[in-house]
Nanobody, 123 residues
Framework: VQLQASGGGSVQTGGSLRLSCAASGRTFSSSFMGWFRQAPGKEREFVSAISWSGGSTFYSDSVKGRFTIFRVNAKNTVYLQMNSLKPEDTAVYYC?????????????????WGQGTLVTVSS
């Protein structure tokens, strides 16, 4: 699976962005997908994940209620809708894929990674 993340940019506090992650490969529809982010000087952290069917979603406490993950398997794409953005959301956002749903909040649980897209939120 190859992943291509896009949609990052610069917004002001309270603004919105939608990230996309396009996947190649026949296994996308059977893969769990996740979003992680890494701010300067910090470790990569879990943001959100979604099951292969889209029926189950997971969020970190810091984004719950503001971010929404969803996928369109017919387009081999997973999205992260980010609303009410805050300066602390500033980071490079990465999408990732895994066949196993056992370690969705752990970066080590993913087999494939996209290249990252930068989100900058100014106050």
């Amino acid at each position: 699976v190859q992943l291509q993340a896009s949609g990052g940019g610069s917004v002001q506090t309270g603004g919105s962005l939608r990230l996309s992650c396009a996947a190649s490969g026949r296994t996308f529809s059977s893969s769990f997908m996740g979003w992680f982010r890494q701010a300067p000087g910090k470790e990569r952290e879990f943001v959100s994940a979604i099951s292969w069917s889209g029926g189950s979603t997971f969020y970190s406490d810091s984004v719950k209620g503001r971010f929404t993950i969803f996928r369109v398997n017919a387009k081999n794409t997973v999205y992260l809708q980010m609303n009410s953005l805050k300066p602390e959301d500033t980071a490079v956002y990465y999408c990732a894929a895994t066949a196993s749903g056992r370690r969705l909040v752990d970066a080590g649980g993913y087999d494939y990674w996209g290249q990252g897209t930068l989100v900058t939120v100014s106050s």
